[in-house]
Antibody
Framework: EVQVVESGGGLVQPGRSLTLSCVTS????????MHWVRQFPGKVPEWVSG????????LYADSVKGRFTVSRDNAQNSLYLQMNSLREDDTALYYC???????????WGQGTTVIVSS | DVVMTQSPLSLPVTLGQPASISCRSS???????????LHWYLQRPGQSPRRLIY???RRDSGVPDRFSGSGSGTNFTLHISRVEAADVGVYYC??????????FGQGTKLEIE
């Protein structure tokens, strides 16, 4: 069974940093693109970042470009999101999501909550 | 950017009755490889989204055959033949041709009336 489990969320002050982690199992991690998607309460999911299997391609939504950095460790089957210069409008539930070969977001974790507030 | 528009946004349905949700894209979702990358998700209350249908009409493993997808180009529909209580939640369509800058429809909230 494919599993993705996020961690690292919490309460952080504006301007500070936070790193999210995602541990996966049940599939060959280094064969798939991985993504971070966030969802504001009661809103539509928003794609945040994606990284291909080899880490050669990492892309970001305009809203986080220059502040967030995605990375992966294929040996540890893990995905990360380094979030710097956090703003109150980054407050959301952040999902780690397995990509697939059909250009979709195939399997979602349960999410980790990030609250940016003073 | 590809804009996805769903209708209706609210869908009250009687148990056992059929339901359908429309999704329209601002651009043709046929990719250069000939495939159409339009997918459907269900987010039940308090849960993360789960993919139901991929590439317009292919059901994911474990998805009841009450669910089906159809459409082409810029117009797509999710059909539920007989609504059950477990179908309550928000349904999203999502385009995949602008990988990885995926975008979702506004969501359709299905509830039992």
């Amino acid at each position: 069974e494919v599993q993705v489990v996020e961690s690292g969320g919490g309460l952080v002050q504006p301007g500070r940093s936070l790193t999210l982690s995602c541990v996966t199992s049940g599939f060959t991690f280094d064969e798939y693109t991985m993504h971070w998607v966030r969802q504001f309460p009661g809103k539509v999911p928003e794609w945040v970042s994606g990284i291909n299997w080899s880490s050669e391609v990492a892309l970001y939504a305009d809203s986080v470009k220059g502040r967030f950095t995605v990375s992966r460790d294929n040996a540890q089957n893990s995905l990360y999101l380094q979030m710097n210069s956090l703003r109150e409008d980054d407050t959301a539930l952040y999902y780690c999501v397995k990509g697939d070969y059909d250009y979709s977001l195939e399997v979602w974790g349960q999410g980790t909550t990030v609250i940016v507030s003073s | 950017d590809v804009v996805m528009t769903q209708s209706p946004l609210s869908l009250p349905v009687t148990l056992g009755q059929p339901a359908s949700i429309s999704c329209r894209s601002s651009q043709d979702l046929v990719y250069t490889d000939g495939n159409t990358y339009l997918h459907w998700y269900l987010q039940r209350p308090g849960q993360s989204p789960r993919r139901l249908i991929y590439k317009v009409s292919r059901r994911d493993s474990g998805v009841p055959d009450r669910f089906s997808g159809s459409g082409s180009g810029t117009n797509f529909t999710l059909h539920i033949s007989r609504v059950e209580a477990a179908d309550v939640g928000v349904y999203y369509c999502m385009q995949g041709i602008h990988w990885p800058r995926y975008s979702f429809g506004q969501g359709t909230k299905l509830e039992i009336e």
